[in-house]
């Protein structure tokens, strides 16, 4: 099923709580979280991309698309910026390369309700909560997001928000978005996965 969308997986992060190392590649019933999010991902994109800043240590991704940030040090926007100057589609969907459990029918229904707009960013909304590592940016947001970054305010994704049009696909908190957007940001967090 193609897309004008590119898959996009922010694989950096500093991940000090893991000790050094880079979450995507964190083993979870014997597979590393970027391969499980690129199995579940991969019938959607033509395109998938990675952002990393330590392209050594995803070698064995080398048919996808491997690129650094441009912007260092700006956190997830950084990534988004990278990913959406390498597109060679209309729009990125991004995803945090520590959520090892995406669900295939938020993400179809996520693309769905995109084609519908004209929105700069699609955000899933759970309840009031957003999950912006987890949204569809179109390339009409560049712009903005380049001026955003070359200010240097803010880096923080919530605060580039108010600078473009954005639109939320409603959903209601249940044990499917639970899992969904789960992220693992230390090893306790591996520790209470009992799926």
């Given at each position: 099923m193609a897309?004008?969308?590119?898959?996009?997986?922010?694989?950096?992060g500093s991940s000090k709580r893991f000790g050094g190392i880079t979450k995507a590649n964190v083993v979870i019933d014997g597979e590393t979280i970027?391969?499980?999010?690129i199995s579940t991902i991969s019938d959607f994109f033509d395109e998938i991309i990675i952002v990393t800043n330590k392209p050594e240590e995803f070698q064995e991704y080398i048919k996808y698309k491997?690129?650094?940030?441009?912007?260092l040090k700006a956190g997830p926007l950084g990534g988004i910026h990278a990913a959406l100057k390498t597109s060679s589609e209309d729009a990125i969907f991004v995803f945090a390369g520590d959520m090892p459990f995406l669900n295939k029918e938020i993400i179809s229904d996520q693309i769905n309700e995109f084609?519908?707009?004209?929105h700069d960013v699609f955000i899933p909304k759970v309840d009031k909560f957003i999950e912006p590592l987890h949204a569809i940016y179109r390339k009409s947001a560049l712009n903005h997001l380049e001026r955003f970054?070359?200010?240097?305010?803010?880096?923080?994704?919530?605060d580039f928000l108010s600078e473009v049009n954005v639109g939320y696909l409603q959903m209601t908190k249940n044990e499917k978005t639970d899992i969904a957007f789960v992220n693992i940001n230390s090893p306790s967090d591996l520790e209470?996965?009992?799926f």
């Open positions: 897309n004008r969308i590119s898959g996009v997986i922010l694989a950096g970027i391969s499980r999010i491997i690129v650094k940030d441009q912007f084609n519908k707009k004209e970054l070359l200010e240097g305010k803010s880096r923080a994704v919530r209470k996965i009992s």
